[in-house]
């Protein structure tokens, strides 16, 4: 089978192949700069910790040839417990295959092992996978941490194999006997297989549709540089979750994956600056695909704004290459996209002013300062009587944390954004318990009106009612929400318990603050200079009365606890009313419309030593002025092009860009209300899972009303042909022709409609408060 996407081209004697959908932006090779800075960018990310040891990768080869001995071992045992012929019991096979980082050859020290097996059609996975080969693992000494969760969307056993972490899905075929040579990335496989089979077989065929969609050999190692360099930043900027509503491995391979085949001759520091400069220009929702969709013979759904609905619903559109395609980023929602937009532009700063000597690969993969970042913050905090139920209420919890971010976006008509943190603590002095943070802030473009205020109480109990719908709750499983000032949050987030004072030196985001700042006061003097300022709209005292506004965010102290389903139900699997958890929190939650501000500020203390760097900075600079933005300063230039050359070069790259994304408008935009409507029609058949479940991403089977799908259909009028044309799959503000692979639970069926309803009345989605001026100091 041909890989899609591959078109080969003669040029004169050279016979060239183009991977994708669209012909590369650029052939250039390297530059002795770019050579300079990919040596730089390995070494940091040697010194990083990022590659494992050559003692460690054997370790796994050893685990993995011995964990493929254990799966053959068991379809024998059960081929004979099930009354086959000997000969058909020494026949019997199965198989283990690898995918994800691992098989990318991207995975870090410690890092888990995603693996498939496939069995025979006579190799159940309820009664064999989850009983029989259980069982047997159960009893081997060198297996630990088993944690079998067979009702995850994508089922996944879960332990430790000599230390090695393994999480083991299943594919059940139609074969009698699996081959040894098996091929699963042909189509023909998926014939007769059930949907978790479906599910568990994406995972590998998508990756091995990667690894054939990247240009060439050299290119592939180039491919793995950069993904291990943008998986390490995303999780330092805190972008890597799935589950969170960010993306995760797949995501972040399919993105470089498009970038090495639009700079396919280009080394690490090339496309990393690339990746950056293409995203932060990209107009979501255009998809990003790695090759045209294809149709298929079987029959199965693909990812197709045209016909599904709900398709069209999606904001940041990344589809896998292996069909059946899907979209592996339906989680992200619109504060998500937000900030991940925000880190792109962040990089594509950094990465000119690292062009321009101005900045250094550590000044990429600073940290983000969450814990400074905003001025109110979400603390969700649970507990359980166990390690065991704690392990499974932290999956099920954490699964359902994206649903209290699109609830308080949908509920404040999108003016309140949140920032979750996909990173969980602990208090030392608290066993059996952890906490997980979000961030808040005034949506940029929200009018701040004095006095009024985000009331999301209600918002806050409607998301623990639904957590505590949870199949397997148990007594001692609690969760509360509290809303809590950046001054208080708890110690035990910061490293050794300490609370900084200060920044012990001034970083990326906080100069860039600075110097925002200095410009919006300079343009508040020019103007009252000029030509006076009208009454509410001086910014200096805009930016000041946000300041003292925030400080007034909690108000009447009080215990919310999580309550039990409305009008006194009691639900099969969920907390009797007298089990709930009751203790008290810190706030209200009502906060005030004048939200903080935005993401790198910092505390007041801190501002005057950074507005000093800033413009110390300045100062050192031969040229006293800004490029797109960024503080430019005459150095050395390393070989580099002259101002001009690069200029015209950015110029030409972003036409290209946008040429990329030009074509119809086909597509239906969902407003956060109608996305998040479809999400609440979610049934709660998938609750049985661990923390794996979580981690792996929790596909949302949503419905669709008729009104809604007519109302979409109208939109979307685009005439089909034979096959989908990727430009069709393009949205208003120009399209793009790429889809690339989906998480492994990304939803595949049950694309049905529900009956027509009545428009639902909101719940006090926001509630507006007349209140006398605030009187606190900003701190």
């Keep these: 089978m041909g890989s899609p996407g591959l078109i080969n081209r003669n040029n004169g004697h050279q016979q060239q192949q183009r991977l994708g959908i669209t012909e590369p932006i650029s052939l250039g090779g390297p530059t002795d700069y770019d050579v300079t800075k990919t040596r730089e960018l390995e070494k940091f990310l040697q010194d990083a910790g990022l590659y494992e040891s050559q003692e460690e990768a054997v370790s796994r080869e050893e685990v993995l040839g011995r964990l493929d001995q254990i799966v053959k071992n068991w379809v024998k045992v059960i081929s004979r417990a099930k009354g086959l012929n000997e000969q058909l019991v020494q026949e019997a096979n199965a198989k283990i295959f690898t995918f994800g980082s691992y098989r990318l050859g991207v995975h870090g020290p410690g890092a888990d092992i995603d693996t498939l097996c496939v069995g025979p059609r006579h190799a159940t996975r ?8 259980y069982r047997m693992l159960s009893e081997m000494p060198e297996v630990t941490e ?8 994508v089922p996944v056993m879960g332990f430790k ?95 470089v994956a498009r970038i090495c085949q639009l700079f396919p001759n280009a080394l690490p520091n090339m496309l990393v600056s690339r990746f950056f400069r293409v995203y932060t220009q990209w107009r979501w929702p255009n998809p990003v695909m790695l090759c045209t969709i294809e149709e298929g013979s079987l029959g199965l759904p693909v990812w197709d704004p045209r016909r599904n609905p709900k398709d069209r619903y999606h904001l940041m559109p990344i589809i896998t290459p292996a069909y059946p395609s899907m979209n592996s980023s339906y989680n992200v929602s619109s504060s998500t996209l937000h900030i991940m937009t925000e880190e792109f532009k962040r990089g594509n700063e950094i990465c000119e002013a690292m062009e321009a000597s101005n900045a250094e690969w550590d000044t990429l993969f600073e940290p983000f300062s969450f814990f400074e970042a905003y001025k109110n913050y979400l603390q969700i905090d649970i507990s359980a009587d166990n390690e065991d139920d704690l392990r499974q209420w932290k999956g099920w919890v954490e699964s359902r944390l994206r649903q209290l971010t699109l609830k308080i976006e949908r509920h ?85 318990g300490v609370r900084p004072s200060r920044p012990l030196k001034a970083t990326w985001d906080s100069r860039r603050n600075s110097e925002a700042k200095v410009a919006n006061n300079s343009s508040a003097d020019k103007l009252s200079e000029g030509k006076g300022v009208p009454d509410g709209s001086d910014e200096g005292k805009k930016r000041k009365q946000i300041d003292d506004d925030t400080e007034n965010n909690l108000r009447n102290p009080k215990c919310f606890a999580a309550m039990p389903h409305s009008g006194g139900e009691v639900h099969e699997g969920s907390p009797p009313a007298g089990n709930v958890s009751s203790y008290s929190t810190q706030s209200n939650l009502v906060i005030t419309n004048s939200l903080g501000e935005l993401k790198g500020e910092k505390a007041d203390n801190n501002e005057t030593e950074m507005l000093n760097d800033s413009q110390n900075l300045a100062g050192t600079c031969a040229q006293n002025g800004k490029l797109d933005g960024i503080l430019r300063c005459n150095l050395p230039g390393k070989g580099l092009p002259s101002n001009n050359d690069t200029s015209s070069s950015i110029e030409a790259e972003k036409l290209a860009i946008d040429k990329i994304m030009s074509g119809p408008y086909v597509a239906h935009q969902a407003s956060p209300q109608e996305l998040d409507e479809l999400e609440d029609d979610f049934v709660y058949t998938n609750q049985g899972k661990g923390s794996e479940w979580a981690e792996k991403g929790s596909p949302v089977e949503s419905l669709l009303s008729n009104t809604a799908v007519e109302q979409a259909n109208d939109i979307a009028t685009v005439a089909s042909g034979n096959g989908p044309d990727p430009s069709a799959y393009l949205y208003p503000n120009g399209g793009l022709e790429e889809l690339e692979p989906a998480e492994l639970g990304a939803p595949l069926f049950g694309f049905s409609s529900a009956p027509p309803v009545a428009q639902p009345k909101p719940l006090i989605r926001l509630n507006f408060t007349s209140l006398g001026k605030a009187a606190g100091k900003s701190t």
Excluded at 146 to 153: G, N, Q, S, T
Excluded at 442 to 453: A, D, F, S, T
Excluded at 468 to 485: D, F
């Design 146 to 153: 088993l944690r079998p969760v067979p009702d995850a969307h």
């Design 412 to 496: 404040t008509y999108n003016m309140l954004q949140c920032h979750p943190y996909p990173v969980n603590f602990s208090d030392k002095s608290r066993p059996l318990h952890c906490s997980y943070f979000m961030g808040l802030q005034r949506k940029q473009g929200v009018p701040v009106n004095e006095g009024e205020q985000f009331d999301i109480r209600i918002t806050v109990e409607e998301f623990k009612n639904s957590v505590n719908l949870y199949s397997l709750w148990k007594h001692g499983m609690e969760i509360r929400v509290t809303h809590v000032k950046k001054r208080n949050i708890p110690i035990f987030v910061f490293p050794s």
């Design 126 to 133: 309820e009664e064999d996978f989850f009983g029989e080969l």
């Design 161 to 255: 194999f000599k230390g090695v972490s393994i999480d083991l899905l299943y594919a059940k075929l139609s074969l009698w006997v699996i081959p040894e040579d098996l091929d699963v990335s042909q189509d023909s496989i998926l014939q007769n297989t059930d949907e978790q089979t479906v599910r568990s077989l994406n995972g590998c065929r998508v990756t091995d549709q990667i690894l054939r969609l990247v240009p060439n050999i050299q290119a592939m190692q180039h491919f793995r540089t950069t993904l291990r360099c943008m998986r390490f930043w995303a999780k330092r900027r805190g972008v890597y979750s799935n589950v969170s509503g960010f993306l995760g491995g797949i995501n972040w391979a399919l993105l």
